[in-house]
């Protein structure tokens, strides 16, 4: 089983609730690391605009390129969920190896400024899942645009959509979330 | 209050209501007193959901910087050196200089203002009311920096806006909804309106903003962006009026039945009182907006039924903002949409009641759900304003009051500028007024000229570093309140969280601490809990709520009504029974009371007036650009500036169109200078198709921040704004002209 997001592209405001909310349950404090984060996508010219956001993080890909870079298995995948995971104990740092961040194409790694920070990023809040809740920033989002679940069953709910604006799905890595995206045929890409 | 796992674990539900807009409930962990982190509403439908503010809202508790005791002034005033002082000191010297004060020049010169900040029921401007009341009156405030235009126009054009709002579900019902000036994706407008309306846009709903800015709500809501002039929107209406006279699309039944002076209107429209016709090849020129389109939308929204025109409250913040409120609400009454459900009475998106209530009852403005108080005497012994109305309570009618947004004009002026008194001592609560009022340079020597200043403040702003005694006070975390959810019907306490923090106090503790140095013998016989328990139960059984003891087992109590709220819906179904309570009852377009106060500059019926400070200003040859100063994402106003989780989010920037930018040789994040006679801001640039070329946008609320040379480098808005309200008290933040140089 693959646990994976939904992002609703049309519904998000850019509000960044889900930055801060994940940054207050993880104790995250200000600075680099952030496990979630939103980007702004404007195109156009003025009148014609267009802007879209994307609430991004770790896709817990099905095949995760982070997993065969790292010389010391700190991460895993865990069998039961799919969800990938850190062993902060084992990992080497980032001045000494950092070669997850270089693997991953959607920078999900996160690294704190202190020197050979350990790598870390979002964990899917496997707590919560256990006890049965969703995620910290799913359950924030005023908007509604984010869920997760497993995949097969958000594919049911909301559509197979594997692309979005400021997102490129990686075959070879098959991240896990299913999107409703925001484009605009007038505008090209 | 649920406990978990072990006694000294609680999960505290309050309501998070930070001036922001909205109101929303926050779940706050707690682990033997400290603040662990904040979740929020997961629990039934609907959910009232907290944004990043509130997410954040352990930052602001745990800042560093928090004022964690009293301080009293040792440098020269505004020089920021403090040393620390006991709460007797602080209190007594408080005390000292208000009877001073009064002794010397009488209440009227004791001059108080208390803005929202993170103030409810109980810990409020009621408390410093009640007290300045008892000890003998006080020069009060009139007028809403936030909608002073938007709450005349309604108090002219329906005679009230009590009531007026709906509710924000109703959204659902709209076919057609124009988002005018308003972006509630970031100014919230009361919990979950912007997934209502993205509900409203997924069931079909056509939705247009007419703005300035391509908004989030904008780009996440709208199908349509009609890009607006700054302080022309009441042309862009005139003229939608036009396209509907002259197309014979507007409702006469509708106007006969509820209006009144719709005929008057119509000449104007129709050039029979000035030889100019309102078409929209005339409103072109002036709006910026392409006449086809404001004949189109003009079409849309006049045969699309029901439709609601949300009249945001920035266009209002304009010179001549009340002609802007004003068309809105005849632009509803054309098309009918007043009182149907899917509409909207139009008179302003925000601070309108609706069911039950909103928070203006709770700023000592409404009637219930506030502490008592005694009569001003200073407000007893005077007239009326020459723009008051009949609509309007006798006290925010006072001749005695001086208009929030002119608090430094009357500081320097006094007497001798025509104001009631001269103001020697001034109180501030809950405000940053400093950096919040237009012209900073001209409230710093205002500032300079008082003889004591009183700050109120949970941090060191740039007001406060002004203030002869700062008092710190605590968050809403650290004391027990009352809340409303407003348009998004909830009720329910904030709840004491933790202990205050350092030495901070509420504002009941602080006025009830003065009160026997004033010589106040009964300023509170009740507890905290006493009070908030007489204030619930006033205002429970009124609007038919659960009472504070059911309210405190449930913390927050949701409204569930059969339908959504609609307003002014009696006076709409059974208009002879529920007239409006204007002079006439009927929705006065034409207004006999504005009339007969005589100045041209606020006609009787809603006018399109060029303001000062536009593109046809000649100042505009040397200040081209129109700045207006609008809502931020990770701010309230000025409040959570301070707090690094928000600050890391958005830098504070200038939005500026590339075609200013590249003239000017200004790339995206190069500082640039900004000024006009009044001041200058360093800033980094942010260059975007989000702007209509002409216009920039500076967010307002970054704190004050002068260099050596008194150039801002915070990026505060208001170095540059000007110091001018509208005849009907308009604050006019929108209405500024600067120039931008690569610095």
Known sequence: MQIGFYFDQTRCTGCFTCVVACKDYHNIPAGPISWRSVIEIERGEFPNVFVAYLSKSCWHCALPSCIPACPVDAIIKRKEDGVVVVDQESCLGKESCGNCLKACPYDAPQFGIELNAKMQKCNLCIDRLAEGKKPICVDACPMRALDVGPVDELIIKYGGVIEAEGFIYSVALAPSVVFNPKFNPQIAR | ?743
Not at chain 2, 210 to 219: K, L, Q
Not at chain 2, 644 to 665: F, H, M, T, V, Y
């Open chain 2, 1 to 743: 209050m649920e406990r978990k796992k072990g006694s000294e674990n609680k999960i505290v539900s309050t309501i998070c209501n930070s001036h922001c807009g909205g109101a929303c409930v926050l779940k706050v962990h707690v682990k033997n007193g400290v603040i662990r982190r904040i979740e929020t509403d997961n629990n039934d439908e609907p959910q009232f959901r907290a944004c990043s503010r509130g997410r954040a809202y352990r930052q602001r508790v745990y800042a560093p910087d928090r004022l964690l005791y009293p301080l009293k002034r040792v440098g020269e005033r505004g020089s920021d050196q403090f040393e620390r002082v006991t709460w007797d000191q602080a209190l007594d010297t408080v005390a000292d200089e208000l009877k001073r004060v009064k002794e010397h020049y009488g209440p009227a010169s004791i001059l108080h203002f208390c803005s929202l900040g993170d103030g409810h029921a109980l810990h409020s401007a009621a408390a410093i009311n009640r007290l300045l009341c008892m000890f003998g009156g006080y020069t009060s405030t009139w007028g809403f920096i936030s909608y002073e235009g938007g709450a005349f126009s309604a108090a002219a054009t329906y005679g009230t806006s009590r009531g007026s709002a709906h509710t924000g579900d109703d959204f659902l019902n709209s076919r057609l909804i124009l988002m005018w000036g308003w972006d509630p994706a970031t100014t919230i407008h009361r919990c979950n309106t912007p997934w209502y309306l993205a509900q409203a846009r997924e069931s079909g709903a056509k939705i247009y903003c007419i703005d300035p800015r391509y908004t989030d709500s904008a780009a996440v809501l709208a199908h349509q962006w009609i890009p607006i002039r700054p302080g022309t929107d009441t042309a862009m209406m005139v003229a939608m009026a036009y396209v509907m006279i002259h197309e014979g699309l507007y409702d006469q039944k509708f106007l006969d039945r509820y209006t009144l002076g719709f005929d008057k209107f119509r000449k104007y429209v129709m050039g029979c009182l000035d030889g100019i016709v309102k078409t929209p090849r005339w409103a072109e020129p002036i709006t910026g907006a392409p006449a086809e389109v404001i004949y189109k939308l003009a079409k849309q929204y006049a045969t699309t039924k029901p439709a609601a025109l949300v009249a945001g409250i920035a266009p209002g913040r304009t010179a001549y903002g009340e002609q802007y409120h004003r068309a809105a609400i005849t632009l509803s009454a054309m098309t009918g949409n007043i009182g149907v459900h899917g509409g909207s009475a139009a008179d302003r998106s925000w601070g309108g009641e609706s069911w039950g209530g909103d928070l203006a009852a709770f700023m000592g403005l409404g009637t219930k759900g506030r502490l008592p108080s005694p009569k001003n005497l200073v407000w007893e012994n005077a007239g009326v304003r020459w723009n008051a109305l009949k609509g309007r309570s006798a006290n925010a009618n006072s001749a005695a009051w001086v208009n929030s947004s002119m608090l430094a004009d009357a500081i320097l002026k006094g007497k001798a500028g025509g104001y009631p008194a001269d103001y020697k001592l001034l109180w501030l609560a809950n405000t940053n007024y400093l950096n919040q009022a237009c012209q900073v340079d001209k409230t710093v020597r205002a500032f300079k000229a008082l003889e004591f200043l009183v700050v109120q403040e949970q941090f060191m702003t740039p007001t406060a570093k002004f203030a002869d005694i700062v008092l710190p006070v605590c968050t809403f975390m650290e004391r027990n309140d009352f809340s409303s959810g407003g348009t998004t019907p909830f009720f329910g306490l904030v709840k004491k969280v933790i202990e205050p923090i350092g030495e901070s106090r509420s504002h009941l503790w602080i006025c009830e601490k003065l009160a026997p140095r004033l010589g106040i013998a009964k300023y509170s016989d009740k507890t905290e809990e006493g009070w908030l328990q007489s204030i619930v139960d006033d205002f429970a059984e009124y609007f038919h709520i659960p009472n504070y003891s059911e309210l405190k087992k449930k913390g927050i109590y949701k409204v569930q009504l059969d339908e959504p709220y609609v307003g002014f819906r009696e006076q709409i179904k059974n208009p002879q029974n529920n007239p409006f309570p204007t002079p006439s009852g009927k929705i006065e377009i034409f207004s006999q009371q504005i009339s007969e106060m005589g100045n041209p500059l606020l006609p009787p019926i809603p006018q399109y007036i060029q303001t000062w400070e536009s593109v046809n200003d000649p100042l505009a040859g040397t200040y081209p650009l129109q700045l207006i100063t609008t809502h931020f994402r990770r701010r309230a106003h000025s409040q959570f500036d301070n707090l690094p989780w928000l600050r890391e989010l958005q830098p504070q920037s200038i939005s500026i169109n590339k075609l200013d930018a590249e003239p000017r040789g200004i790339g995206h994040g190069d500082v640039v200078r900004v000024f006009n006679d009044r001041g200058e801001v360093m800033i980094p640039a942010r260059v975007t198709e989000r702007i209509m070329p002409g216009v920039v946008d500076i967010p307002q609320g970054a704190w004050f921040q002068p260099n050596e040379n008194g150039a801002d480098i915070g990026g505060c808005a208001n170095v540059l704004t000007k110091n001018l309200i509208s005849p009907a008290g308009a604050f006019c933040s929108n209405t500024c002209l600067v120039q931008v140089e690569k610095a």
